[in-house]
């Protein structure tokens, strides 16, 4: 590996702005990464 480590700090910001899913969204279970993240953070 290179000579240069260095290291890196990275900051996330995670805000709820109380917008919630309609009551008949029923698909949780979707494989993109946008609800897989939400799933995760809930839990």
């Given amino acids: ?3 240069n ?4 700090i990275v900051e996330l910001g995670v ?7 309609p009551v008949e969204f029923e698909d949780m279970n979707s494989d993109t ?3 897989q993240l939400v ?3 809930a839990e």
């Fill in 5 to 8: 480590m260095e290291k890196k």
């Fill in 15 to 21: 805000k709820d702005n109380d917008v919630v899913l």
């Fill in 33 to 35: 990464l946008g609800l």
């Fill in 39 to 41: 799933v995760t953070l």
């Fill in 1 to 3: 590996m290179g000579g």
